[in-house]
Each structure stands twice: as C-alpha cells, then as structure tokens.
C-alpha cells in the first residue's frame, strides 16, 4: 500500500538552529516524486522542495534540504537556521500522480 | 504570474443543501486537482483532471460528488444533499501536464462548514 509516515506530532526548535522533520514512505512503485509542503496558520499551502526517485543527489532549495536515503524509504526535511517565520505545519507528500501526504509535522520556532 | 484561485473562501450551508466550489489553476497548467482536508488531517485526494478529463476519480467519497472542468481551465466541484460529514477545506491544485515529477501548486482552499 502507498503510504506517507510523519511519525513527529510537533517540532520544537530555537533560532537560528537546524531541525529535522521525518518522513517515511512505502510503495513498490520505482518511480515517484517526494515534496514537502509548508502550511501556516493562514492555510495555504506552500510548496518547499522536491526530489525524484531516480535523482542521485539530495534537492536544496535555499534553507532546505530533502535527505534523501532511498533504501530506508526516508526522505527528511533539514531546515537550517531556523526563523520565527517557519512555525507552521508540514507535509510530506508522494506523488504517483495525485499526491499522498502524511498527517503533518507542526514546528514552533522560539525566539 | 497569478496563483490558483478558488471561490468562495468560506460557505456555510445547510445539511441537505448542494453546493457548488470553483477552482481556477494557473493558466496554461493543463492539470487540476481536487483535495479534501479536515481538521488535523493532511489533505486526502479526491479527482484529477488532465485537460477536460476526469483521469481519475477514485478518491470521491461517493455520488454526492462531482467535478468538471468543461474547458479544460476553471473547474467546479459539486456536492449534492451536504452532510455535516462533508464539513472540511477543499483544496484545489494545478501543475503543468500532470505527471509524477510536476509540482502542484495549491489555492487558497475553501473552507465548507455543514450545519
């Protein structure tokens, strides 16, 4: 079955410093595409980052990077130098073609 | 350029009542997706269109709801005899020809309360 896992109900991070939200994942299917969205409180979701099956290295974009370990089925998020601005929810998601997203990780940022 | 758009932003209506949400994707993306998101949930998929096309509607919860999108832009999501069930934010989601690798880009959402 195809299945997103976020297994970390809430995050909390000071300024400044870098946190990783987890993400596992199953299918059978060897090609598929792994995104993390972001949604604050104002509901849009926003999209962060993605990285294919068959990519060889990890996507960035910025603050954020997707670790990408294939075998494992883990494709986490790294956000570095946390800012107040990224307390917010945040999915992951896998595309077969519609997308798939796991229930959420909420960070909270603190000053 | 303009993001996807979806109207109206709130609805509330009465059990029993239909209702219509309209979606409108960035232009020239010729896929469009709907999503159902409730309290706490990430979003679930409900039916996808490629062009005018519904490519797949396996994730409508049964035949209270419909979509189309008669010219392959603008599309409206119909639910007949709401339930307070129905009451979540619908999302809608456009990316440029539909396959695995393409980013959906997200609307606003509309939020449906049932009373």
């Known amino acids: 079955a195809q299945k997103i896992t976020q297994t970390q109900p809430g995050m909390f991070v000071q300024e400044k410093e870098a946190v990783t939200l987890d993400c596992t994942y199953d299918?059978?299917?060897?090609?598929?595409?792994l995104f993390w969205y972001k949604q604050p409180s104002s509901g849009e979701m926003i999209f962060l980052i993605y990285q294919g099956s068959y990519d060889q290295q990890n996507a960035t974009e910025g603050r954020y990077s997707l670790n990408f370990q294939k075998a494992r089925k883990s494709a986490n998020l790294v956000i570095s130098a946390s800012q107040l601005g990224d307390s917010a929810m945040y999915f992951c998601a896998m595309s077969l073609r519609a997308l798939i997203f796991g229930k959420g990780t909420t960070l909270s940022v603190s000053s | 350029g303009a993001g996807v758009s979806q109207t109206p932003s709130n609805k509330v209506t009465e059990k029993g009542k239909y209702v219509e949400l309209r979606c409108d994707p960035i232009?020239?993306?010729?896929?469009l997706y709907w999503y159902r998101q409730s309290l706490g949930q990430g979003p679930e998929f409900l039916i996808y269109?490629?062009?005018?096309?519904?490519?797949?509607d396996s994730g409508l919860p049964n035949d209270r709801f419909f979509a189309v999108r008669p010219e392959g832009s603008v599309s409206t999501l119909k639910i007949q005899r709401t339930e307070r069930g129905d009451s979540a934010v619908y999302l809608c989601a456009s990316s440029p020809g539909g396959g695995r690798t393409d980013t959906q880009y997200f609307g606003p959402g509309t939020r449906l309360t049932v009373l």
């Open positions: 269109f490629q062009g005018t096309g519904a490519a797949d």
């Open positions: 299918t059978s299917d060897p090609s598929y595409g």
């Open positions: 232009s020239g993306h010729t896929a």
